[in-house]
């Protein structure tokens, strides 16, 4: 199994539109697409942990 290493950053607000300087700092992850319906469907996400709470952008 890969292992899956999340960068530390400052608290920041979330404004839903993922345009945080601090987003830059982690690249997009591409989760594998788990069912075949014929159709490729792309997941991406970026992860960020601050010494709070873990902070997703999807």
């Known amino acids: 199994m890969e292992k899956l290493y ?15 300087q601090y987003w830059e700092k982690t690249e997009w992850l591409k989760l594998p697409q788990r069912k075949q319906s014929g159709r490729e469907l792309a997941t991406a996400l970026k992860i960020l942990y601050s010494g709070t709470k873990h902070l997703l952008l999807i």
């Open 6 to 20: 999340i960068k530390k950053s400052s608290d920041f607000e979330i404004n839903g539109e993922g345009t945080h």
